[in-house]
């Protein structure tokens, strides 16, 4: 085999809000088909190709919780590299910081997330988090997001 063959690269780029409503987080808990089933994450996926990143977290947060939401701020861009499924990933991650608009709170049926909840910091900070939560949790706590 290749050294080529050997080392399949994949990059990815993703949108993912940062919802923050009375003082609590929205996170999401994962599936089996993500790899990491039963750890909890920011709501957001994958930017279609040719999709702009501001309309993938619109999307992909109302795909996953039912809520329609606007843009406040691109808070951070995320990148980490890492191994998954036995090729390596490199995760670009962009996290906004968006506002609850409207819908109601629902949970993605057979997708990548099964359960949305609201938590507050201490309450998520006890949870399975995946590296992105963990990093968004430490922006919630530097830039003061949630008193």
Same mark, same amino acid.
């Given at each position: 085999?290749?050294?080529?063959?050997?080392?399949?690269?994949?990059?990815?780029?993703?949108?993912?809000?940062?919802?923050?409503?009375?003082?609590?987080?929205?996170?999401?808990?994962?599936?089996?088909?993500?790899?990491?089933?039963?750890?909890?994450?920011?709501?957001?996926?994958?930017?279609?190709?040719?999709?702009?990143?501001?309309?993938?977290?619109?999307?992909? &947060?109302?795909? +996953?919780? @039912?809520?329609?939401?606007?843009? *406040?701020?691109?808070? !951070?861009?995320?990148? #980490?590299? %890492?191994?998954?499924?036995?090729?390596?990933?490199?995760?670009?991650?962009?996290?906004?910081? &968006?506002?609850? +608009?409207? @819908?109601?709170?629902?949970?993605? *049926?057979?997708?990548? !997330?099964?359960?949305? #909840?609201? %938590?507050?910091?201490?309450?998520?900070?006890?949870?399975?988090?995946?590296?992105?939560?963990?990093?968004?949790?430490?922006?919630?706590?530097?830039?003061?997001?949630?008193?």
């Amino acid at each position: 085999m290749s050294e080529t063959a050997a080392k399949l690269e994949t990059q990815r780029l993703a949108a993912y809000g940062l919802v923050i409503n009375e003082g609590k987080i929205l996170l999401c808990r994962l599936t089996a088909l993500t790899g990491s089933v039963g750890m909890w994450t920011l709501p957001g996926g994958k930017v279609e190709f040719g999709e702009h990143p501001d309309h993938a977290v619109v999307r992909e &947060v109302f795909e +996953e919780t @039912g809520l329609k939401v606007s843009i *406040k701020s691109l808070v !951070t861009v995320n990148s #980490e590299l %890492f191994h998954f499924s036995g090729n390596r990933m490199h995760a670009v991650r962009l996290i906004y910081k &968006v506002q609850v +608009e409207g @819908g109601t709170l629902s949970y993605e *049926k057979d997708g990548t !997330t099964d359960l949305c #909840e609201w %938590f507050t910091p201490e309450e998520a900070r006890k949870l399975p988090l995946v590296s992105l939560s963990k990093a968004a949790m430490r922006i919630v706590k530097e830039q003061g997001l949630i008193s």
